[in-house]
């Protein structure tokens, strides 16, 4: 964790971690006894889902969810028995459907799975169709929407969080599936403007995939995929419609096409209690614990288990939670090094104003989410411009959860939005 | 079987810089002992004894407050001993005991915990329990009055009374003996070079806004040079005025509390730069004797408007619906 330095008047330093020169070769780790996957639409109508507690499944089969909804799906990654299907409830309200998979160590091969047929000949509907939980979550369905009309592929190369290098690896390793990736995608959505943004020191091997490169800053959050649309491509963002891609999503559109099977193994940073970063290689819907285990880490009552970056990443509150196929990183916190938020007010020190990326007058803001005043603070203290990057909460010296407020206030806002629209 | 390890579960981030405002409040009582311990050498135990009360009852009054508002105890946090500390190091060493005891009441209670405690504050509570406190019994506040007992090694008149009612020509004071506290006044407000060091401190350590403090001075000094400059013989030279009263208290550890200072750039330097400008325009043409006080109080006030001159937000997103 990075501290204040004593000289304060100086801006705190958080710079990106850059991948090491010496390739450190990931620890494979496979799921022991059970995979669990995640659908993205609310588990309502319980008897009627096309997918029943006790279904074998094969690796690579598709398993959705309703008939009328081709959208919400995942795929399996293991051979087994459905063992559970539950609604999950994620940040922020999200309503979600946990499918629990009991892997069968004998089950079948999947060298026949309907993919396989269709990867012969690229097509959008089919990657859509079957793409959607491979690792990075390539997310397709944005170019079938309507009222959207996507005219920039933006490939986001640079880690967004701090100690994260999973994107960054895969430039480094898999340049060449990232290159077939960004080819089939111009293919089959026919947009021929394709950027790429990587760490400074990666533009030469970014070089070779034939898209337009641009280098990112190592100042956190300059790599977030908000702060590159706004500062580093505004005239792409003007003409609106761009669509962004982590760089391990296109390597697992590349890879799919090129082998007819979909990756479901991906790369996860775990950062352990001591600050060391190993790189895992794991199939999506393993349990953390399993990780744990592999790079030899005890998590103990009271530490925290984050996955994704120190920044924005989300404390799970069960090793049991699986991997998905966006966790880009694990994180492992001794309980001794947890700062606690508290109730103090706001003093007005002035520090969130001064490190806040996108100028909100954090200041006023929390005064506005403090009272309930959750539209004043939209209208007034550009709630809405937030990126939520939480370097606000990260210097509060009240140690206000600041970043937590803003989400809730978000969410509040849209949910009276939603429901006046829904009056209306 | 699930996995019943209890772990912490928070939001993000899960970084903190480890600043507190405790911290905070702590290196600024650091930062003022220097000022502070040459003025107990100037000015003996008495000193001490007020320093002691007006820390010790500023706490007191703090303690008081969070049990009758039902508030969790924040004596430790450091802010009311700053008060008690700043408010004790404008005072004269020979104040009779009961004002600094009503003087950190007002300080703390109507100064600060009627707005709901820390952060709450429009004003300085420091400058808040002086003003009122000069209003009421301007007698105990008066440096001339209250110091007769003491015999010095230099001029022992206060200089900016000296100022007011004998005019330039009394003014026989060298910059270095300003600045090197030798002139009477408030236990902690005299010896200058100690306050800036001690700013200067707060405004590496990032404790303070240097944009404030700056900007007030340059105010004070632009302001001042300025009457110097029209009619000499009338009005006291910039460096006068940075030295005496509460100008440099003033600038590094009253306006530049944070509660009732701007927070943006352009704003902290109309606000530092309007302090200084007031502190001289009513030395110069006020009928009281010092304007530090007054013009904090002022700039406080005007502090939630001019806050509104702050750069545009970065592209509002548009929220899905």
Known sequence: MIKRSFFGIARPKLEYDTIEDVRPEPVSVKPGRRVTLFIDAPFTRAGRTMIKKGDSVVPGQRLQLYEDNPKAYTISPVAGRIAEISSFLGMMEKQMTAVIIDIDQEGGDSADTPFKEVSQNPSLQEAARFLAASAGKPDLAQFQDPDRSVKTIVVLGADRDLMTVTNQYVIKTGIASVKTGIDILRKITGVQNVVITVAQHQVQVAGSTAAGVRAVGSKYPLAHPEMILRYLLPEQTGQGGIALFTAEAVASIGEAFSSGLIPMEKIVTTVK????RKLVSVTVGTPITDILAAVGEKIEPGDRLIAGGPMTGAALYSPDHPVEPDTDAVIIQGKETIVEGTDTPCT???????????????????RYMDAGEYEQAAERTALFSCIECGLCAYVCESRIPVFQFIRLAKHAVERMNAAEEANA | MPNR?????????????????????????AATLIAVIAGLVQYGLPALAVLTLSVGSAMAWEFLMNLLMRRPVSIGDGSAALIGLLFGMLLPAMVPWWVVIVGTLVAVVIGKQIYGGIGGNPFNPVAVAYAILLISWPLYLDFNAMLVDYSFNFKAAYPLVLYKFQG????DFGMMD??????TGGIGATFGLGLILGGIYLIIRGFIRWEISVSFLAGIF?????????????????GFHLLTGFSLIGAFFLATEDSSSPVHFFPMLIYGALGGFLTVLIRNLGAHVDGVIYAILIINLIHPLIEKIRPKAMGRIMHHA
Do not use: M
């Open chain 1, 348 to 366: 007005n020190c002035g520090q969130c104003v001064r490190i806040c990326p996108v100028n909100i007058p954090v200041n006023e803001l929390v």
């Open chain 2, 222 to 238: 632009i302001t001042a040079l300025c009457f110097n400059l029209c009619n000499p013989e009338i009005y006291a030279s910039p």
């Open chain 2, 168 to 171: 330039t020509g009394a003014l």
């Open chain 1, 273 to 276: 209690k001591d600050g060391t």
């Open chain 2, 5 to 29: 390890i209890k772990l912490t579960v928070s939001h993000a981030p899960f970084w903190h810089d480890g600043s507190s405002i405790t911290t905070k409040h702590y290196n600024i009582i």
């Open chain 2, 178 to 183: 300003l600045l090197l506290g030798r002139q």
